[in-house]
């Protein structure tokens, strides 16, 4: 595990030394503050990576130094220190970009979880950054995946991991979640990169003619065969084959794949000579293969040759966090290709937009950007640009802006309970001590949450 440059900040002296020991027994090397100005003060000066923040100190409190952290440096992670009982804190914190906080007096193991878990967050974080860096080096342009949520991170991490290879790779998501974007990653970043990856969707092609598309076929080998076609596996020779919809494969194809797949070896329609190619495999479903397995409609000994490395690509409504950066993204590709200067959108269309829970995904998302972009009579986008049902939009803005707030904060408090009940081992009337409420109202709010077995 990576090692973290620590500043810890608090102007209690025993505390201070208590968590620098601590740290430094772990490997961490430690840098203390006593209060909020010299913490500012060593952060200009210094690498950090993370910055653990007494809330309460005289001076500058916390949350003012930890907002200015940010604003000095975006990159590093600050954890809040904060007393017990003070959900209010904890939320601001968190709200001015805390990754998290932890409660006095702080307990040891629960500090090293967190400071573990956030090493790896930025490991993670810095290892996609290098292989960016090495594509670019390289001269290929990955094509452009947006994301911010901590699941893509993770995913683009082994596609990394993957990508050096040859094993094939089954992409799972539901339509619209980025199956092929992710495949053309996986090929850019691997060494077959500067040889082709040839797309083949299995839906769209009849069974007969599916078969001559992937192993080409002879002059005659069938009516309205006129002339020798090479088939899609060898024009991927030394590069990627990727094959969409695999879900939809017929059972004739289907042995013929895995019999590719097994011998490395094919004929072309109407040959019998046996020819070789080096091809890496990348297929991709919305279906649930598995399921399709057990109903016998997808052979499994296929099945498992495809699936060496399963990625499942999230929902969009699973990773809400990646919302406002492709929305961004989205706005500003297509503002500048249709040439409008759109500055965005008002308040409450993109609330809306937030709010809603895109069954047909990322590409769903897109196309809504791209309509009210063109449609947009002014520079906001307003919610007559955006295509939702009435009953959506009626629900939506009659809770105004505040819904998506207050959404955000009943999620936190849900969790900050959830906490609260497992360190107590569901001990109500601590965990209410823990929260600073009383336990009438921790119950309420159980109830609410629906938290009460
Ligand atoms: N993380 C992302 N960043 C930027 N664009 C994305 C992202 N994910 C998806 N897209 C865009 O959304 C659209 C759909 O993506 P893609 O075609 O890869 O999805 P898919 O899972 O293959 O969908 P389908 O199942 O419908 O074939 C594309 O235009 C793609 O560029
Ligand atoms: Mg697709």
Do not use: W
């Not at 046996?274 to 890496?280: E, K, T």
């Not at 107590?424 to 629906?450: C, P, V, W």
Request: hydrophobic share 40%; net charge negative.
């Amino acid at each position: 595990m990576q090692k973290l440059s620590i500043l810890v900040v608090d102007d209690g002296q025993s505390q201070r030394e208590m968590l620098r020991d601590f740290l430094r027994s772990e490997g961490h090397t430690v840098t203390e503050a006593d209060n909020g100005e010299k913490a500012l003060n060593t952060v200009l000066g210094g690498q950090f990576d993370l910055v653990l923040l007494d809330y309460k100190m005289p001076g500058m409190d916390g949350l003012e130094v930890l907002k200015e952290i940010k604003r000095l440096n975006p990159e590093i992670d600050v954890v809040i220190i904060t007393a017990y009982g003070t959900i209010e804190t904890a939320v601001e914190a968190l709200k001015a970009g805390a990754i998290d906080y932890i409660t006095k007096p702080v307990e040891l193991d629960e500090l090293i979880i967190l400071v573990n878990r956030i090493a790896e967050r930025r490991q993670l974080i810095q290892e996609n950054k290098l292989l960016k860096e090495d594509l670019n080096k390289r001269g290929i342009t990955a094509d452009k995946i947006i994301y911010k949520s901590q699941q893509m991170a993770e995913l683009i991490n082994l596609a990394g991991r993957v990508a050096a290879s040859k094993a094939s790779v089954l992409i799972q998501g539901e339509s619209g979640t980025g199956k092929e974007l992710l495949a053309r990653l996986i090929h850019q970043l691997s060494p077959r990169a500067n040889k082709p990856i040839v797309i083949v969707n299995c839906v769209t092609l009849h069974e007969n003619l599916l078969e001559s598309e992937l192993f080409g076929h002879e002059k005659g080998a069938f009516t309205g065969a006129t002339s020798r076609r090479i088939g899609r596996f060898e024009e991927a020779d030394g590069g990627t084959i990727f094959l969409d919809e695999i879900g939809e494969l017929s059972p004739t194809i289907q042995v013929k794949l895995l019999r590719f797949l097994q011998e490395r070896e094919f004929q072309r329609l109407g040959s019998n000579v046996n020819l070789q190619v080096d091809v890496r495999f990348i297929s991709a479903t919305n279906r649930d293969l598995e399921m399709q397995v057990a109903e016998g409609i997808f052979r499994d000994d296929l099945f498992y040759r495809l699936k060496v490395v399963t990625m499942s690509l999230p929902p969009l409504r699973k990773r809400k966090e990646d919302l406002p950066v492709l929305i961004d993204f989205f706005v500003d590709n297509f503002a500048k290709e249709n040439r409008r200067n759109i500055k965005g959108f008002t308040t409450e269309a993109r609330d809306l937009l937030l709010k809603y829970d895109y069954p047909g995904n990322v590409r769903e998302l897109e196309n809504i950007i791209e309509r009210a972009i063109v449609i947009a009579r002014e520079q906001y986008i307003t919610t007559n640009d955006l295509p939702f049902k009435s009953d959506f939009l009626l629900e939506a803005s009659e809770k105004k802006s505040f819904s998506a707030l207050k959404e955000s904060l009943d999620e936190l408090e849900k969790k900050l309970i959830i906490e609260a009940m497992e360190k107590t081992q569901d001990n109500q009337t601590k965990a209410a001590e823990i929260l600073g409420i009383s336990e009438r109202m921790l119950r309420y709010k159980l109830k609410k949450y629906g938290l009460k077995s």
